[in-house]
């Protein structure tokens, strides 16, 4: 059985008030016994070296090991120089992890200077790589972008496109288990190339849906405030049995 939680969107911003959020987060993680953490992505809020080294202290110090990729807020420079202790260049950020008999794919689907995601063409490459290597091992493929429109209209705008790209990839490795991202601030689940595709909640914010803030029957407007930034933090535990069944609860604190 492997056990890892994933949280995503701390937007860290050297303020005091979210760095509590994450503080809480992570002292209800640390205390747990898990095989690792994932936060997929907007780390920062501003992508500052200083938000990093704040990112550092209070992520990376964890006991279990923290895979992490970035987000539209984030800048790869500084996240490589900060978070990875690498050059700080400009090229997507992929990382491949193998933890207590998992594949986790950490990829970059950040487009530099757009909210948007898109997973390049050297991205797409190293993914069906990595991937080919170890067919007989389950496999997660995690990035900040969901690939795939949830209802929520203002957030569907900047998802991750050119997904036919991925789900071609995704459909040709069986041992794929579930993709994993976040982005829209809120718990959601759908499939996605047929596997599961899991969004982690905001750990910043929860994004309220158009039904709960009063929009139109078909949710095709969006008035009123988008963000809920009195709700509690959230984070998701995935549990991958024996059998290779995945289950996912999701927690705030």
């Known amino acids: 059985m ?8 701390t937007h860290l911003d050297l303020s005091g008030r979210r760095a509590e959020r994450v503080a809480r987060v992570m002292d209800h993680l640390n205390g747990l016994r898990l095989d690792a953490v994932l936060v997929t992505g907007d780390i920062t809020d501003h992508g500052e070296p200083a938000e990093y080294e704040q990112a550092r202290k209070l992520l990376l ?6 895979l992490i990729c970035p987000g539209n807020h984030d800048v790869r420079g500084a996240f490589r120089e900060v978070l990875l202790d690498e050059p700080p260049h400009g090229g997507p950020v992929n990382r491949l992890h193998r933890i207590a008999g998992a594949a986790f794919a950490m990829c970059d689907s950040t487009v530099p200077g757009k909210n948007h995601g898109f997973l390049d063409d050297e991205t797409i490459a190293w993914l069906d790589r990595q ?3 170890a067919p007989g091992e389950p496999a997660f493929v995690c990035f900040h972008h969901p690939p795939a429109p949830l209802g929520i ?4 705008e900047i998802r991750q496109f050119g997904e036919e790209r991925l789900a071609a990839v995704i459909e040709r490795h069986p041992q794929v288990v579930a993709v994993l991202c976040g982005h829209y601030h ?3 689940a759908t499939t996605f190339a047929g596997r599961p595709l899991l969004v982690a909640p905001g750990v910043v914010s929860t994004l309220r849906l158009p039904v709960e803030r009063g929009d139109t029957e078909k949710g095709d407007t969006e008035s009123g405030d988008i963000a809920d ?8 535990f995935h549990i991958l049995d024996d059998e290779g069944r995945l289950t996912t609860h999701y927690r705030t604190v």
């Open 2 to 9: 492997i056990v890892f939680a994933q949280l995503s969107d």
């Open 61 to 66: 110090a964890s006991p279990h090991p923290v």
């Open 131 to 133: 991937l080919g290597r």
């Open 153 to 156: 209209p203002r957030v569907d």
């Open 186 to 188: 809120t718990a959601a």
């Open 229 to 236: 930034y009195d709700a509690p933090p959230g984070m998701a």
